[in-house]
């Protein structure tokens, strides 16, 4: 079974006459002691959500409420919303008609009401017989390097690198100087897929008898790593042969194209490299020194470049900008 959350409820007592009870919609005449005391307390429960009685003629002696603490789970071997409680008699008043065909949906309605326009979603029972599932709050991590449906909304994130769901491969630069990939590939099913953690996150309103809006997450590293691969091979089959590498680590966070670019480069002088770098951060908008500042390979190769003097002070400004300047950086300086 798969878990939800954990629900509070008050449920609205009424003593009649002859030492009887209306719960629900049942009448009990042998109630736990302890529960009748607390019920008939007083106490200010106009905020909290409650399961009133049925309507009676029965006189009543008095009303009450009571706290049932409750666990909801999906059942999907047999496609069904569980509800249960550690206490014997609370489960009773969870079995009840009445909760189960009248109240329950306002419970998850409540717990929906701060999760709109969430689009409907199907999930078989093989789905959950092979991954470990899990609901969460919210999905509210990271956007860098995720792949996203339509169904999920970026105007209130930041980020660098984003991929989407599409019908065919291209690269796209907004306003911002974000930089957006788009894949062939689609699944309505899935709302966001995080590259840097292999998490898949499904949002979306299911109908199991009841209308529950959730955020799903679990693992599949096997689609993961086949989308990774097929992000590579169109960025390789479609972006212009300067500009590859460099995608291909915007995309991948992989430093071996970094590390493979400038060894191809290294064979310029350091000027001739130092000014590549600015035209392909003013051509591409994407800021590229950090990563090739903190890595140990890259800046190695840029050190066998820098021969004078005014070059060396020029690297090791860079480095001090973007990173630390090493007792490896200063050897690698001595022997350039």
């Known amino acids: ?194 590259f840097k953690t292999n998490k898949i996150y499904i949002k979306g309103q299911f109908s199991w008898k009841y209308n529950l809006n959730l955020d799903l997450v679990y693992e599949d590293k096997i689609l993961i790593n086949d989308l990774k691969t097929l992000l590579v091979n169109n960025i390789v089959e479609h972006t212009d042969v300067k500009f590859k590498n460099w995608h291909l680590f915007n995309a991948t966070y992989d430093p071996k194209y970094l590390v493979d670019e400038i060894a191809f480069l290294s064979t310029n002088n350091f000027d001739v490299i130092n000014n590549y770098l600015k035209a392909l951060f003013n051509e591409m908008r994407i800021n590229f020194y950090s990563s090739l500042y903190q890595n140990q390979e890259v800046k190695n190769a840029l050190a066998l470049t820098a021969k004078t003097p005014e070059e060396k002070t020029t690297l090791i400004t860079e480095i001090n900008r973007y990173s630390v300047f090493t007792t490896l950086d200063k050897n690698s300086l001595k022997h350039s």
């Open 1 to 194: 079974m798969l878990f939800i959350y954990n629900q509070n409820i008050l449920v609205e007592i009424k003593e009649l006459e002859k030492n009887h009870f209306l719960i629900g919609d049942t009448i009990y005449d042998n109630l736990p002691q302890s529960l009748i005391d607390d019920a008939f307390n007083l106490s200010n429960w106009n905020r909290a959500l409650k399961f009133k009685t049925i309507e009676t003629t029965t006189k009543i002696l008095k009303n009450g409420f009571f706290i049932i603490k409750f666990e909801v789970y999906y059942d999907y071997a047999n496609s069904k919303i569980v509800t249960i409680s550690k206490n014997q008699f609370h489960q009773k008043v969870l079995e009840q008609n009445l909760f189960k065909n009248d109240f329950l949906q306002t419970v998850f309605d409540f717990r929906n009401r701060n999760k709109q326009n969430y689009q409907t979603k199907t999930l078989q029972q093989n789905f959950f017989d092979k991954n470990f599932v899990e609901v969460i709050n919210e999905i509210n991590l990271d956007l860098n390097r995720c792949l996203i449906n339509d169904d999920f909304e970026t105007k209130n994130n930041k980020f660098k690198v984003l991929f989407k769901m599409g019908t065919k491969f291209k690269i796209e630069q907004n306003e911002l100087s974000q930089t957006i990939y788009t894949l062939p590939f689609s699944d309505s099913n899935l709302t966001l897929i995080d």
